[in-house]
């Protein structure tokens, strides 16, 4: 199901999206292939919906952290990706034009608590993936989500660190 609903947006939206949109779309049908083929050669084929709910999971944390790092590079080619539109918020985000972006979302970065609720948007996909493979029992995969947490968890905090110098007032 989920590769044919894939297949049929991809289908769809080939003339009229992005060349990033086409290839993200092309991506999620090959890891449906992946995770159908791991299952399958794994004897765990019943267990399919379990590992697709965590792939799913894992892939939307990816992205929303894969978008926070490429904000820049987005905004440069006059896109608002999901981080920037979430750390700009919805008052900001309605009539924000890329060029104005920068700016705000630098304010907002220094200023708000917006970057610390975006990385727990992405430690939430993750808990979700690591709750879809719990019945799993997979002490490897517990291992993983563990490790991917606290990778997330330091890198939040490294950010609200240098915000809080950056908020410090300056020494006299």
């Known amino acids: 199901m989920a590769v044919l609903s894939a297949s049929r947006r991809l289908w769809t939206t080939r003339f009229r999206a992005a060349p990033e949109d086409v ?102 996909h993750v808990e979700a993936a690591r709750h879809s493979l719990a019945p799993l029992k997979l002490p490897e995969a517990g291992k993983y989500f563990s490790d991917y947490v606290r990778s997330l968890e330091t890198t939040a905090t490294a950010l609200g660190t240098e915000r809080a110098r950056l908020c410090s007032p300056a020494p006299p």
Request: with cysteine; hydrophobic share 45%; net charge negative.
């Open 23 to 124: 290839i993200d779309q092309v991506n999620r049908v090959g890891q449906v292939y992946s995770v159908i083929a791991v299952c399958y050669l794994a004897g765990c084929a019943r267990d399919f919906s379990l590992v697709e709910a965590a792939a799913d999971e894992l892939a939307i944390a990816g992205q929303i952290f894969d978008d926070f790092l490429d904000i820049d590079e987005d905004l440069g080619r006059g896109r608002l990706n999901y981080a920037a539109r979430f750390i700009l918020g919805p008052s900001a985000r309605a009539g924000a034009k890329p060029e104005d972006a920068v700016t705000l979302i630098a304010q907002r970065l220094i200023y708000s608590d917006r970057a610390t609720q975006l990385f727990d948007e992405v430690i939430g």
